[in-house]
T-cell receptor, first 120, second 114 residues
């Protein structure tokens, strides 16, 4: 079975600090996709980034960067120079392979989430 | 705005009652997923439909059922409600069932059972 673990339940930082959110996953699939979602206090789930299992090139987008390491089954997310508006719950998710027969059809398995609080 | 619409935003009802949650997927998306978010269980996958057909089931209770209509909107029916059913219910959509596409989520329906 697929599993996503976000060991950090809560992280509290002061504005302008850098913060890294950890994500470790388990899967038997050779092809899979990883995602990060953000859930601000307003409650909606916002898609941030997708990574596939055969692309280990790390990415930077503005203040956000992602570190994917297949060897350690980790997909970590870093916010540089954090801001109060970054306060949210962040979820890492793993997409299962598309299988017939109703056992799985690309559903996302989510980690438990990390609550990030950025103080002014 | 994800393009996925869920109604109602809030629902307060009593134990034993039945409610229906509605979801309109993004234009063109054929797959609809339902998730339940509770404090102790996190985000749990309930069920998925693709173009009107059920494709995958998660930890969905027998008291819960869903369907996807020809116009692709979906409804989640919750019956014989219990206090423990209080949660945020999300609908999400994607173009097909392919694992590479992200799910785009609606704003959720917050269900409170009293």
């Amino acid at each position: 079975a697929q599993k996503v673990t976000q060991a950090q339940t809560e992280i509290s930082v002061v504005e302008k600090e850098d913060v890294t959110l950890d994500c470790v996953y388990e899967t038997r699939d050779t092809t899979y996709y990883l995602f990060w979602y953000k859930q601000p206090p307003s409650g909606e789930l916002v898609f941030l980034i997708r990574r596939n299992s055969f692309d280990e090139q790390n990415e930077i987008s503005g203040r956000y960067s992602w570190n994917f390491q297949k060897s350690t089954s980790s997909f970590n997310f870093t916010i540089t120079a954090s801001q109060v508006v970054d306060s949210a719950v962040y979820f890492c998710a793993l997409s299962e392979a598309t299988r017939a027969g109703g056992t799985s059809y690309g559903k996302l398995t989510f980690g438990q989430g990390t609550i990030l609080t950025v103080h002014p | 705005d994800s393009g996925v619409t869920q109604t109602p935003k809030h629902l307060i009802t009593a134990t034993g009652q039945r409610v229906t949650l509605r979801c309109s997927p993004r234009s063109g998306d054929l797959s609809v997923y339902w998730y339940q978010q509770s404090l102790d269980q996190g985000l749990q996958f309930l069920i998925q439909y693709y173009n009107g057909e059920e494709r995958a089931k998660g930890n969905i209770l027998e008291r819960f059922s869903a369907q996807q209509f020809p116009d692709l909107h979906s409804e989640l029916n919750l019956s014989s409600l219990e206090l423990g059913d209080s949660a945020l219910y999300f609908c999400a959509s994607r173009p097909g069932g392919q694992q590479s596409s992200p799910l785009h989520f609606g704003n959720g329906t917050r269900l409170t059972v009293t």
